[in-house]
């Protein structure tokens, strides 16, 4: 019997002769987005819409699960699944700045299950793997104790940004070096015909867009892209890498790309002026928007039991 795990449904339901557990199964490509907040958290009444937790976005292809990033949204993920996660959960850093490794010892329940493994995947530091920084970053006196300490298995791989990650169960993801301080690797996941990139931590060169950056996301479905600064906050910003909503629309436009999410959001601001910027970028580019945290993006039709889901969907939960 086939069994087909669903995140949203644990009760499982059979039919002819599928046991599929959930009210639908996803099929196609589909990102959840747990922190979209960059360099550091936000909190209070003016960042609920849009939320505070640092970079963690949650990819699947089918029902293959990737986690990009370990900001603070990876405890939020951890919550939300509890033990439906699977048994390997691979990880992929952008790179290893405190605002996208902070949540890794909190992602619980699972770090806490000595059955657990989590491979760790990081690109930009010359082939090593992230255990040397980490392991430096968790112990005495900054964190309690060390992740090797921790029930879940370590298992921490390195790879250079450009070359494409081969996982055990046939999975693939490219990558492609980004421009940011110390270096950033940028993902492509390829699943039934729909094509995601994820594009952060960057700062756009100039000319741009760059014409390697233009290949690795041309006829891309979804392009997730670092928007921290407007145009005028940039200039007083040039070489801390990061980018503008204006230089992934122009990315995105050259690119042939059908939607644009923007991340990695200033923590100063607020609802109210991401509401106002994302009405400015939609003005030119209409399928553009400012990611939302536990906003879900499906890129591929679902094989629904009642209702089909449409390509490109958008769903943004109650808060929670
Ligand atoms: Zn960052
Ligand atoms: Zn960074």
New binding site residues.
């Given amino acids: 019997m086939c069994v087909i795990a669903h995140p949203l449904v644990p009760s499982p339901i059979t039919v002819a002769g599928m046991t599929i557990r959930g009210p639908h199964v996803p099929a196609g490509l589909s990102l959840q987005f747990w922190g979209v907040r960059g360099s550091t958290c936000a909190s209070g009444p003016d960042f609920i819409e849009f939320g505070g937790h640092t970079p963690c976005v949650e990819v699947r292809c089918g029902e293959r699960l990737f986690i990009l990033d370990a900001g603070t949204g990876l405890n939020a993920l951890g919550a939300h699944h509890r033990d439906r996660l699977p048994q390997r959960i691979d990880l992929l850093f952008s790179?290893l700045?405190l605002?996208?490794v902070g949540g890794l010892p909190f992602l619980k329940p699972a770090i806490l299950d000595p059955a657990r493994e989590i491979h760790t995947w990081c690109g930009n530091l010359d082939g090593a793997s992230a255990a040397e920084p980490l392991g430096r970053l968790f112990a005495p006196p900054l964190f309690p104790i060390t992740l090797d300490a921790m029930p879940a298995r370590f298992v921490h791989h390195g790879f250079r940004s450009g070359e494409s990650l081969a996982f055990p169960d046939g999975a693939t993801v490219d990558t492609i070096p980004l421009l940011?301080?110390q270096g950033?690797t940028g993902y492509r996941f390829r699943h039934a015909g729909r094509t995601a990139c994820y594009i952060s931590?960057i700062e756009h060169s100039d000319p741009w867009p760059d014409p390697d950056l233009l290949r690795f996301v041309a006829g891309a479905d979804l392009v997730v892209y670092d928007g921290m600064f407007t145009q005028g906050e940039y200039p007083a910003c040039r070489g801390w890498?990061h980018s503008t909503w204006q230089k992934g629309v122009e990315l995105c436009r050259d690119g042939g790309v059908g939607r644009l999410a923007i991340i990695h959001l200033y923590p100063q601001h607020t609802d109210a002026m991401l509401r106002e910027i994302e009405q400015q970028m939609q003005e030119v580019m209409p399928t553009a928007f400012i990611a939302r945290e536990r906003q879900e993006v499906a890129l591929g039709a679902e094989v629904a039991l009642g209702a089909d889901v449409p390509v490109g969907a958008v769903r943004v939960p109650e808060p929670v």
Avoid: R, S
């Fill in positions: 790179h700045h605002d996208h940011h301080p950033a931590d890498g």
